[in-house]
């Protein structure tokens, strides 16, 4: 059967590499939130998140679109229902990627879902990953340490801790909770 993958962590943990390395495998699809930020270089609609601005983001809450919304650094977050309906419907696990206020919405709602925080090694290591990012000014790194350790301590609220030390071990280890074994994808005829 399958499940809503609810994947939260600090910024810079590592949740998008994970995330990447299982929708590599046919039984996951990511569910595409959607923001009122601006697209980072690259980033396109519909692919990387939909991209609203407050007026259309708004009126989606006032008519229930959303899963769960959240304002995270000032700007909206949220994630669209009829999404991740129609990927647990096709029988692939869903994948979502939220902060850890999306994760308190969720769960006050009682949705469902095998709820994972990603942790770094360290926070030496997490630090070491935000600054060689180059996307944020130091101010905002440290706003971004700043959060992280308050997020650490969320990690109770969570079904499972994964410790992202390496990114293939760790998405083999979350594979292997809701019963898909990446390796045997990995070396299956015409698979990457």
Same mark, same amino acid.
């Given at each position: @059967?399958?499940?809503?993958?609810? @994947?939260?962590?600090?910024?810079?943990?590592?949740?998008?590499?994970?995330?990447?390395?299982?929708?590599?495998?046919?039984?996951?699809?990511?569910?595409?939130?959607?923001?009122?930020?601006?697209? !980072?270089?690259?980033?396109?609609?519909?692919?990387?998140?939909?991209?609203?601005?407050?007026?259309?983001?708004?009126?989606?809450?006032?008519?229930?679109?959303?899963? #769960?919304?959240?304002?995270?650094?000032?700007?909206?977050?949220?994630?669209?229902?009829?999404?991740?309906?129609?990927?647990? #419907?096709?029988?692939?696990?869903?994948?979502?990627?939220?902060?850890?206020?999306?994760? #308190?919405?969720?769960?006050?709602?009682?949705?469902?879902?095998?709820?994972?925080?990603?942790?770094?090694?360290?926070?030496?290591?997490?630090?070491?990953?935000? !600054?060689?990012?180059?996307?944020?000014?130091? #101010?905002?790194?440290?706003? !971004?340490?700043?959060?992280?350790?308050?997020? @650490?301590?969320?990690? +109770?609220?969570?079904?499972?801790?994964?410790?992202?030390?390496?990114?293939?071990?760790?998405?083999?280890?979350?594979?292997?909770?809701?019963?898909?074994?990446?390796?045997?994808?990995? +070396?299956?005829?015409?698979?990457?």
């Amino acid at each position: @059967m399958p499940q809503l993958i609810v @994947m939260s962590g600090a910024s810079g943990v590592g949740k998008t590499s994970i995330a990447e390395r299982l929708l590599a495998h046919p039984a996951f699809a990511r569910a595409v939130t959607a923001t009122t930020r601006a697209p !980072r270089g690259g980033e396109q609609d519909g692919v990387d998140y939909h991209f609203l601005d407050a007026e259309a983001f708004r009126s989606g809450i006032a008519v229930g679109r959303f899963l #769960e919304h959240a304002d995270v650094y000032g700007r909206l977050y949220g994630t669209p229902r009829a999404n991740v309906e129609q990927i647990l #419907e096709s029988g692939r696990n869903c994948v979502l990627l939220l902060d850890v206020q999306g994760v #308190e919405s969720l769960r006050a709602d009682g949705v469902e879902a095998l709820y994972v925080f990603v942790a770094p090694p360290s926070m030496e290591e997490l630090e070491r990953r935000l !600054r060689s990012r180059a996307d944020d000014t130091p #101010e905002a790194i440290e706003a !971004r340490l700043r959060a992280a350790a308050h997020e @650490m301590t969320k990690q +109770d609220a969570f079904d499972r801790v994964l410790v992202n030390d390496e990114v293939e071990r760790a998405a083999r280890e979350l594979a292997g909770w809701v019963g898909i074994d990446l390796q045997s994808a990995a +070396d299956a005829p015409g698979r990457p």
